[in-house]
């Protein structure tokens, strides 16, 4: 019987978790707090590894918008005005040689 009788108030609290990952016909699945079922996975690391995943993006989805990503430290600002003649001949020669 879930819940506590009013006479019981002093013993501990147990919580319970329940293992996120399960097999159906050979085939691993991990349930989530949102109520889906994710999968299927062939074994249980890659299960596992998808589990830490799956939290890391919902992690990231309960940041406000501008703090999800950050823009990369080394990129150099864009200059302002127009481009030279010739400059995109040389920035695509950079990226494709």
């Given amino acids: 019987m879930p819940g506590t009788r009013a006479h019981d108030t002093d013993a501990p609290k147990t919580v319970f978790r329940s293992d996120r990952i399960c097999r159906v016909n050979g085939e691993f699945y991990f349930n989530t707090r949102e109520g889906t079922q994710e999968g299927p996975f062939e074994t249980r690391e890659a299960a596992e590894k998808e589990v830490a995943a799956y939290i ?27 481009v030279p003649v ?3 001949e040389r920035s695509e020669a950079a990226i494709f040689p």
């Fill in 56 to 82: 890391q993006r919902m992690m990231l989805l309960a940041k406000p918008p501008a703090e999800r990503f950050e823009a990369p430290a080394s990129r150099e600002p864009i200059p302002a005005g127009p």
């Fill in 86 to 88: 010739g400059a995109a």
